[in-house]
Structures are given as C-alpha cells and as structure tokens.
C-alpha cells in the first residue's frame, strides 16, 4: 500500500470527492515504495498539484484531479476552461496549466539539491531548462514536452530560437519527445529527417 503525505484522514476534509476516490485508489492500488503527496507546495512561488507521486525506480508523477463531466466543459484552452455550474458559466486554470507550471517549479528546485545530480559514471548529467542551456555543450541532450511549445503568451519566433539552442547543445545524440499535437511541432517534423514519432 503506497503511503500519502499527510495521511488521508488528515486530508479527508480539504478534499473533493473526485481526489478522495483517486487518494483511496492510490493508497489501495501502488506498492509500498510509492511515496503520494497531497497539495504539497513547490518552490518559492508555492505551486502545488493535486498529487504528486513519486517511485525510486519510475520517477514522478504530477496529477490533478477535476470531477468535471464531459457536457459541463463548454471551452478549453492551453490556459483556462469554461464550465457551466448550477450558479452559471465559471473560467477556472487548466489543470494541465496548473501541472505544467508546478513542474517548472519542481525541476528549479531538483536542480538544487547536490543528491540528484550525478557528478560522474554511468548517469552523469544534468537537470536544466533549455533558458540556462546556453553556451554549455553534453554528449546527449534530452528535450521533454515539446507539444507544449510555444509556451503561453511567448513569442513563437523566439521559442523556436530557443529550442534550437537547446537542440544544439548536444555533441552526439538528442533525443525530443512531444505527447501532443501542435503546430510548433507539425513545423519541427516537417524540418527533421530523422524525427522519429512514436505514437
């Protein structure tokens, strides 16, 4: 049974439903090395999700949890969603937003902690943003999420300036993922011959 921090009795009371049925299936359904918690606040800007679920071997995991039904969503965007609520149509962040954002966060907070970085050996490397990327050069650069480009209210032009500096920054090998269609992506297909998708 994995553990949530804080315990789900201590959590019962801020809850929704929806994120009490998902706590009591997470308890019940991962195994004792799965570490879960609850709202914990990330960074200096106190970012939170919903959970955060962390496995030594499989990594982390950010999930936010809505007991939204399909007929309520009247518009979503890479920001926000328009639901309509007993009381009217309501805009609330999109929790995909939400999670993106606490993630930043983490990872600026990951990259801090000498524990995590591997100085040597097999799994030298390093945590950054393609911002601080720069000037700095690595056998093998890995670029996660690129469905997320151009991020919200940034210039495409510069966003594809600074992907190509972070793309560059590989010596040997670059390895880009991207979980979702855009434009920004169809465009970097279109120019890579060896762009390989893995649906």
């Known amino acids: 049974m994995a553990k949530l921090i804080p315990s789900l009795n201590n959590c019962l009371s801020r809850m929704q439903a929806g994120e009490k049925r998902f706590a009591r299936r997470l308890e019940s359904h991962l195994e004792d090395d799965y570490l879960c918690w609850y709202e914990l606040p990330v960074g200096f800007r106190h970012r939170y999700s919903d959970f955060i679920v962390l496995h030594p071997q499989r990594g982390l995991l950010l999930l936010e949890v809505k007991d939204w039904k399909l007929e309520t969503i009247r518009c979503i965007d890479r920001t926000s969603a328009t639901l309509l609520t007993p009381q009217g149509l309501k805009t609330v962040a999109n929790p995909l937003e939400k999670v993106r954002q606490c993630a930043y966060q983490l990872v600026r907070q990951l990259e801090k902690d000498p524990q995590l970085i591997h100085h040597g050996g097999r799994y030298q490397g390093k945590l950054m943003t393609m911002h601080s990327s720069k000037g700095l050069e690595f056998p093998v650069v890995a670029i996660p999420g690129l469905g997320y480009l151009p991020a919200e209210g940034a210039d ?37 011959e060896q762009l390989v998708t893995i649906p």
């Open 156 to 192: 495409p032009v510069t966003e594809a300036k600074l992907l190509y500096v972070a793309m560059t920054r590989s010596t040997d090998k670059l390895l880009l993922t991207g979980h979702r269609e855009n434009e920004f992506l169809h465009r970097l297909q279109e120019t890579g």
